[in-house]
């Protein structure tokens, strides 16, 4: 069966599967998943109704029979890497790991990466994650050296390019040690005045410049009204623990806006009271927490001729009980720091709930690709409402198993309320790059 929409600007979608935490207003009864039964009606592109299955009369309004499968809003990728991905092909892990996946990167990005290169991966990307249903993202944009100058351009007008399509947010991503230069946060400041969306970020793990690197980007970011996103302790070192100095920085400090940390690895691999302690002031903080199961599980415990014995993620269940918006993204996308990927969220969720055990209830986690990436983004919230646009991912599962198992390759798009025929683009398109050719 295929769900064929009608050509009329007003349907409705009978006997759709709908998580009832992701409508506006509960609809009982739920069934063993979490999963409302409702008619979604929809008209010139926006939701108008949701209503419990059959209570309402269609009508004139043709009819789309879901017959209980399963409706999603469109996903959130939170944290990825756009002007990095896809240079595998050019620039190989040698193998596998966390420093030669840095160093085989510095390589190709002095050497290759111009505008129009960085453009036309960025948009290779945007293309996949928009055929899979991805209604917004934020990427981190490599800010060092002459790199800055480069790519912050090429963001922005992507971020042009795509509006209406795809919210795109970005973060520049240098480590600590840079600011000891002046003029790199000047050239920083100037970039994200210029063509930035309001955050500021750096990778950090534990090192002497640690707290005076933080006080400088935050004293920044608040003198500018901006937001904060950090790589933290990505590494298996219990040892790394930047993830408490950011959380106390940010208490100390009173820092008023939004807040997330991605990877926190190491935070999985320390002592329950040291852990404890930390998760504690990441949600009196307020921070909200990105983790990457693929790349972590790719790159972290990697030990040529050894199997990994832990799956690198951080220690998430944990930040979640303690209140704090947690939530799961894509990542890198085949590039040295991951070899797979296709910013398809629906794959990420797939990998995340073998990976982390985002089931049981699976419920309390589907909010991990949509709502709260939206809530962390301070975008709409990633539920089903009347009122808003008509966008939503129809699937012919009718629960998480049927969900899960497969990769939803059947998946309708609809944007607006069209079906939309967007396909991943063909990886030939890359050939013309500098040393993508096959
Ligand atoms: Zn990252």
């Known amino acids: 069966m295929?769900?064929?929409?009608?050509?009329?600007?007003?349907?409705?979608?009978?006997?759709?599967?709908?998580?009832?935490?992701?409508?506006?207003?509960?609809?009982?009864?739920?069934?063993?998943?979490?999963?409302?039964?409702?008619?979604?009606?929809?008209?010139?592109g926006a939701i108008t109704k949701i209503l419990p299955a059959g209570v309402d009369d269609f009508g004139e309004t043709p009819e789309v029979a879901m017959s209980g499968r399963i409706v999603l809003p469109l996903f959130v990728d939170v944290h990825t890497h756009l002007d990095k991905g896809h240079i595998w092909r050019r620039k190989r892990n040698p193998v596998g790991d966390f420093p030669s996946a840095l160093a085989a990167t510095l390589e190709d990005r002095s050497a290759n990466w111009s505008a129009a290169d960085v453009a036309a991966r960025m948009e290779f990307s945007l293309r996949c994650a928009y055929a899979h249903g991805t209604t917004a993202i934020r990427t981190h944009i490599d800010s060092v050296g002459p790199q800055t100058r480069i790519s912050w351009p090429v963001l922005a007008e992507a971020r042009e390019r795509w509006l209406g399509r795809i919210d795109l947010q970005a973060s520049p991503l240098f480590t600590?040690?840079?600011?000891?230069?002046?003029?790199?946060?000047?050239?920083?400041?100037?970039?994200?005045?210029?063509?930035?969306?309001?955050?500021?970020?750096?990778?950090?793990?534990?090192e002497p410049?640690?707290?005076?690197?933080?006080?400088?980007?935050?004293?920044?970011?608040?003198?500018?009204?901006?937001?904060?996103?950090?790589?933290?302790?990505?590494?298996?070192?219990?040892?790394?623990?930047?993830?408490?100095?950011?959380?106390?920085?940010?208490?100390?400090?009173?820092?008023?806006?939004?807040?997330?940390?991605?990877?926190?690895?190491?935070?999985?691999?320390?002592?329950d009271d040291e852990r404890r302690r930390t998760v504690d002031a990441v949600a009196r903080a307020g921070l909200s927490v990105v983790s990457l199961p693929m790349c972590n599980m790719f790159l972290q415990d990697r030990q040529t001729g050894r199997t990994p014995r832990w799956r690198g993620v951080t220690a998430l269940h944990e930040?979640?009980?303690?209140?704090?918006?947690?939530?799961?993204?894509?990542?890198?996308t085949r590039d040295p720091f991951y070899a797979y990927g296709d910013m398809d969220m629906m794959e990420v969720w797939r990998e995340g709930v073998r990976i982390l055990h985002l089931d049981y209830p699976f419920a309390d986690w589907a909010e991990a690709v949509s709502a709260s990436p939206a809530k962390a983004m301070g975008l709409d919230p990633g539920v089903l409402h009347p009122g808003s646009a008509a966008n939503m991912i129809l699937t012919k599962a009718r629960d998480f198993t049927e969900l899960l198992a497969r990769p939803q390759s059947d998946r309708v798009v609809v944007r607006n309320g069209e079906a939309s025929n967007a396909k991943p683009p063909d990886y030939a398109e890359l050939d013309a790059l500098e040393g993508l050719a096959p």
């Open 2 to 44: 295929t769900f064929a929409l009608p050509a009329a600007r007003r349907y409705a979608l009978r006997q759709a599967r709908v998580l009832g935490r992701m409508l506006p207003k509960l609809i009982p009864p739920l069934d063993f998943d979490g999963f409302a039964t409702v008619d979604i009606f929809v008209d010139e």
């Open 176 to 206: 600590i040690d840079h600011l000891a230069n002046a003029s790199h946060l000047a050239d920083i400041e100037a970039m994200l005045d210029a063509y930035g969306t309001g955050i500021l970020g750096a990778a950090i793990r534990m």
């Open 209 to 271: 410049g640690l707290r005076d690197g933080l006080r400088i980007l935050f004293e920044l970011a608040e003198r500018k009204g901006w937001e904060l996103d950090f790589h933290v302790d990505e590494s298996s070192d219990p040892a790394a623990r930047s993830l408490k100095v950011v959380a106390d920085v940010a208490i100390e400090r009173r820092f008023a806006r939004p807040i997330l940390v991605g990877h926190c690895c190491s935070l999985a691999l320390q002592e």
């Open 319 to 332: 930040l979640k009980r303690a209140g704090v918006n947690v939530m799961i993204a894509s990542d890198n």
